[in-house]
């Protein structure tokens, strides 16, 4: 091993961390049951290999290094109440150490996933957590996509993790019964940090577009680790059934007809697919799976450029009797307005409660009275939902449907 | 609670406001805003500012009383309006100051109001 440049020794531990964060993280919380100080030993570990690595060279197997520099700032940090640079030393003859153990840990991530929705942590800082906790995401880049400031994420999740502390949570892998119970909660605090990226639209905030990403991560994990379970499959089919499209997209926002389906990704979608088939062959249908299928007719659709909208309402009555949703409903209603028409939409619009401040539902209003000739009413519609979104993207194709409606009244 | 909503415009903003071509999406895209406010029932308050070259700014020092032409300072972008709203807390303010149109061009600054004793 030669001393690579300070540059390349940063570079290489950063992406062994970032390859490894949830697993070491994991596998140091079941050791200790402290999340936090599951993340400070290892970020004394990095400290550590950016102080070695430059002089000593980035090891075969950073992970492993790694990981012996992490148990040895918690021991550290644990017995004397110090801190690790005390074992500073120690960690230059590591090298050789960590190279003789062998390359796989035990994967404890499930465990990690699971304690993240424990239920002594509020529901709104499980999905945050996930995302700290699991992908090692700064605090700073989670407030933003939650819209909250960093200061108080901070706060939150450092108050959760000391809630999982005082409740004894295990991060160790939880056993095959008790992964039933709480699945649907992991599975919810997954779909929230995807729909954290699908909201935003490509190119109007790359922060959260990134994020698309990293939960497709956290999906296609839960769906290896739970390999028996059909939903972990459906809600990674869902997934990715959205995320192909975004090419077509390219910066702007266009509703799934108005896309070029030939930008799409198919084998993306070809793979959301064959996903979906295998969950639906364990014969057990669910509400993510239910979702995945409405996704896949859709795409259907719009490359055949003819929708199957009876079977997008069977679809949306299960859903709703699933797992239902003023989201849910709201797109059941554009379904309605497909086979029975504006009036019929108007009415199933009227009958949800609570939906004066949801964009979706004034723009469907806004569709449903263009429909009817009622120019007035579609530009009142449109107005509100203009009023609502905070994605610029959004905003601006609203403004050209409402100047259109102008000009033709 | 009561919270300012800022909001911060660059020049490109000022000129849309201008240009008949931008205008109407400009204009549509505020007045949404403001409506959608009122209509969640979270509106104290709030106007729209004319462009900063209309400004002028006024000093009193040791040495004598100043009235200067322009805004205060010289930054990328200048104050174009605000809102007051009531709201629970600091979180739900964020939520409606990224709605506001200059969140996606310029910046939107929440702050709290201070609360008077009595």
Same mark, same amino acid.
């Given at each position: 091993?030669?001393?690579?440049?300070?540059?390349?020794?940063?570079?290489? =531990? %950063?992406?062994?961390?970032?390859?490894?964060?949830?697993?070491?993280?994991?596998?140091?919380?079941?050791?200790?049951?402290?999340?936090?100080?599951? #993340? &400070?030993?290892?970020?004394?570990?990095?400290?550590?290999?950016?102080?070695?690595?430059?002089?000593?060279?980035?090891?075969? @197997?950073?992970?492993?290094?790694?990981?012996?520099?992490?148990?040895?700032?918690?021991?550290? /940090?644990?017995?004397?109440?110090?801190?690790?640079?005390?074992?500073?030393?120690?960690?230059?003859?590591?090298?050789?150490?960590?190279?003789?153990?062998?390359?796989?840990?035990?994967?404890? @991530?499930?465990?990690?996933?699971?304690?993240?929705?424990?239920?002594?942590? &509020?529901?709104?800082?499980?999905?945050?957590?996930?995302?700290?906790?699991?992908?090692?995401?700064?605090? #700073?880049?989670?407030?933003?996509?939650?819209?909250?400031?960093?200061?108080?994420?901070?706060?939150?999740?450092?108050?959760?993790?000391?809630?999982?502390?005082?409740?004894?949570?295990?991060?160790?892998?939880?056993?095959?019964?008790?992964?039933?119970? @709480?699945?649907?909660?992991?599975? %919810?605090?997954?779909?929230? =940090?995807?729909?954290?990226?699908?909201?935003?639209?490509?190119?109007?905030?790359?922060?959260?577009?990134?994020?698309?990403?990293?939960?497709?991560?956290?999906?296609?994990?839960?769906?290896?680790?739970?390999?028996?379970?059909?939903?972990?499959?459906?809600?990674?089919?869902?997934?990715?059934?959205?995320?192909?499209?975004?090419?077509? @997209?390219?910066?702007?926002?266009?509703?799934?007809?108005?896309?070029?389906?030939?930008?799409?990704?198919?084998?993306?979608?070809?793979?959301?697919?064959?996903?979906?088939?295998? /969950?639906?062959?364990?014969?057990?249908?669910?509400?993510?799976?239910? %979702?995945?299928?409405?996704?896949?007719?859709?795409?259907?659709?719009?490359?055949?450029?003819?929708?199957?909208?009876?079977?997008?309402?069977?679809?949306?009555?299960?859903?709703?009797?699933?797992?239902?949703?003023?989201?849910?409903?709201?797109?059941?209603?554009?379904?309605?307005?497909?086979?029975?028409?504006?009036?019929?939409?108007?009415?199933?619009?009227?009958?949800?409660?609570?939906?004066?401040?949801?964009?979706?539902?004034?723009?469907?209003?806004?569709?449903?009275?263009?429909?009817?000739?009622?120019?007035?009413?579609? /530009?009142?519609?449109?107005?509100?939902?203009?009023?609502?979104?905070?994605?610029?993207?959004?905003?601006?194709?609203?403004?050209?449907?409402?100047?259109?409606?102008?000009?033709?009244? | 609670?009561?919270?300012?909503?800022?909001?911060?415009?660059?020049?490109?903003?000022?000129?849309?406001?201008?240009?008949?071509?931008?205008?109407?999406?400009?204009?549509?895209?505020?007045?949404?805003?403001?409506?959608?406010?009122?209509?969640?029932?979270?509106?104290?308050?709030?106007?729209?500012?004319?462009?900063?070259?209309?400004?002028?700014?006024?000093?009193?020092?040791?040495?004598?009383?100043?009235?200067?032409?322009?805004?205060?300072?010289?930054?990328?972008?200048?104050?174009?309006?605000?809102?007051?709203?009531?709201?629970?807390?600091?979180?739900?303010?964020?939520?409606?100051?990224?709605?506001?149109?200059?969140?996606?061009?310029?910046?939107?600054?929440?702050?709290?109001?201070?609360?008077?004793?009595?």
């Amino acid at each position: 091993m030669t001393p690579p440049a300070p540059d390349a020794a940063q570079a290489a =531990a %950063e992406r062994a961390v970032r390859a490894a964060y949830g697993r070491l993280v994991a596998l140091l919380a079941a050791r200790n049951c402290d999340l936090a100080a599951a #993340e &400070d030993a290892l970020s004394e570990a990095l400290r550590a290999a950016l102080e070695t690595w430059p002089r000593r060279g980035v090891p075969d @197997r950073p992970e492993a290094w790694l990981m012996t520099a992490a148990k040895r700032a918690a021991g550290h /940090a644990r017995a004397r109440a110090a801190t690790a640079a005390a074992a500073l030393p120690d960690l230059t003859l590591l090298t050789d150490e960590a190279s003789a153990m062998p390359d796989a840990f035990p994967d404890h @991530r499930l465990g990690l996933l699971f304690a993240c929705t424990h239920p002594a942590i &509020d529901p709104g800082t499980q999905t945050p957590l996930m995302l700290q906790a699991v992908l090692g995401l700064s605090a #700073e880049r989670i407030a933003g996509a939650f819209l909250i400031s960093p200061a108080t994420m901070g706060q939150r999740l450092s108050r959760a993790k000391t809630r999982l502390r005082e409740a004894g949570a295990r991060f160790s892998r939880p056993d095959p019964d008790e992964i039933g119970p @709480r699945l649907p909660q992991v599975m %919810e605090a997954v779909l929230a =940090a995807a729909a954290l990226g699908w909201e935003a639209v490509p190119g109007s905030d790359p922060a959260r577009a990134d994020l698309a990403s990293e939960a497709i991560y956290l999906a296609e994990l839960l769906a290896d680790l739970t390999p028996d379970q059909p939903e972990p499959k459906g809600l990674l089919s869902l997934i990715l059934h959205i995320r192909a499209r975004e090419p077509a @997209r390219n910066g702007q926002y266009l509703a799934v007809f108005e896309q070029d389906t030939a930008l799409w990704d198919h084998r993306m979608i070809h793979r959301a697919d064959r996903l979906l088939a295998d /969950a639906a062959a364990m014969g057990h249908f669910g509400r993510f799976q239910c %979702e995945a299928a409405i996704q896949s007719v859709h795409s259907e659709g719009a490359m055949l450029g003819r929708t199957n909208w009876p079977a997008l309402a069977t679809l949306h009555a299960a859903l709703d009797r699933l797992s239902p949703s003023l989201g849910g409903a709201t797109a059941a209603a554009a379904v309605t307005l497909e086979l029975d028409g504006p009036k019929a939409a108007l009415a199933a619009l009227d009958a949800l409660t609570g939906a004066q401040g949801f964009q979706p539902w004034w723009a469907l209003r806004a569709e449903a009275l263009a429909r009817m000739g009622d120019k007035v009413g579609q /530009a009142q519609a449109l107005h509100r939902a203009m009023g609502l979104t905070g994605d610029a993207a959004l905003r601006a194709w609203l403004a050209a449907r409402l100047s259109q409606a102008s000009q033709r009244s | 609670m009561q919270y300012m909503i800022l909001c911060h415009e660059t020049p490109a903003d000022f000129a849309r406001r201008d240009n008949p071509a931008e205008a109407g999406t400009y204009w549509a895209g505020w007045s949404a805003y403001g409506a959608t406010l009122a209509q969640a029932g979270v509106f104290v308050s709030g106007a729209g500012l004319l462009p900063p070259a209309t400004a002028a700014t006024v000093r009193i020092r040791a040495t004598g009383r100043t009235v200067q032409d322009g805004p205060f300072a010289e930054v990328k972008e200048h104050l174009g309006g605000f809102f007051l709203i009531e709201v629970p807390d600091m979180d739900a303010a964020l939520d409606w100051a990224a709605r506001a149109p200059s969140s996606a061009t310029g910046s939107t600054e929440v702050r709290p109001v201070l609360a008077m004793p009595g």
